[in-house]
């Protein structure tokens, strides 16, 4: 079993940044793809990023040129570095790995809140 432990949420006002860390309990190196969902309240969840194993990445249309995703295989964690956050941004982020082209394992999230 592999525990993914999720960070770094809190209350943060527009324009601001936030990095999120996903911490795993054992290697990641067996995971070829690796990101974060979001789902806020009343909402479907939705992508908002991927990494996989060589560091090709992907984001939805909506944070492209705002979050940054980035994997430390050794360390066995992975970010999410989030700038020029805005109202639409508020919810609670998830971190997953995915394996055989499915989402295996996923964390307690954690609440982004973003707010005057």
């Known amino acids: 079993q592999v525990q993914l432990v999720e960070s770094g949420g809190g209350l943060v006002q527009p324009g601001g940044s936030l990095t999120l860390s996903c911490a795993a309990s054992g290697s990641i190196f067996r995971f070829p793809v690796m990101g974060w969902y979001r789902q806020a309240p009343g909402k479907e969840r939705e992508l908002v990023a991927t990494?996989?194993?060589?560091?090709?990445?992907s984001y939805v249309d909506s944070v492209k040129g705002r979050f940054t995703i980035s994997r430390d295989t050794a360390k066995n964690m992975v970010y999410l570095q989030m700038n020029s956050l805005n109202f639409d941004d508020t919810a609670v982020y998830y971190c997953?790995?995915?394996?055989?082209?499915?989402?295996?394992?996923w964390g307690q999230g954690t609440q982004v809140t973003v707010s005057s």
């Open positions: 997953y790995a995915d394996e055989n082209g499915a989402i295996r394992y």
């Open positions: 990494i996989s194993i060589i560091g090709r990445t």
